[in-house]
């Protein structure tokens, strides 16, 4: 198990429950953020629709603090793409804060604004969001440490031709 993976514990009771509650509540709507999401990242209208597919799971795991899933190889594939598109900065700044936007929006429309439920729904989501961003990172940072690594090894054996 990588160190990133020991850090998280899958939620359950009454956590897991809310997440699932997000989960529903966005259900329809994550075709739109993805769509939007990737346009920020590929400058593509839509996404392909393995991609979307891809994030959908994604999301399912996240919105209910499942890490015992197959997430942790789902982000890391996805990051290491992305890492070759697009730096850190531009990817949260960008990328995730679209993402992000949307998911919370969404969720805020999903029901009347001051439903007994909103500040639970809000606050799991949002835990959610930050523990993706804690993992992406984590994943960023190592493919771009990967890619240092690999440049780093040619140049030395450019020299001792």
Avoid: C, P
Wanted: overall charge positive; proline content about 0%; cysteine-free.
């Amino acid at each position: 198990m990588n160190s990133i993976q020991s850090r998280f514990v899958s939620w359950s009771g009454e956590d897991r429950k809310i997440g699932e509650l997000v989960e529903k509540r966005l259900e329809g709507k994550l075709s739109d953020i993805i769509s939007d999401t990737y346009n920020v990242v590929y400058k593509k209208a839509k996404a392909e629709k393995s991609s979307e597919e891809r994030e959908r799971r994604k999301f399912s795991y996240i919105s209910k603090g499942d890490s015992q899933s197959d997430y942790f190889k789902t982000i890391e594939l996805v990051i290491k793409y992305i890492s070759s598109h697009l730096d850190l900065t531009d990817y949260l700044v960008g990328a995730y804060a679209t993402y992000t936007t949307g998911l919370v929006t969404a969720l805020l429309k999903s029901g009347r604004l001051f439903d007994g439920q909103r500040d639970l729904l809000l606050a799991s989501l949002i835990r959610s969001v930050f523990s993706d961003v804690a993992v992406v990172v984590h994943y960023f940072v190592e493919a771009v440490n990967q890619k240092a690594e690999a440049e780093k090894r040619q140049a030395m054996e450019r020299r001792e031709r």
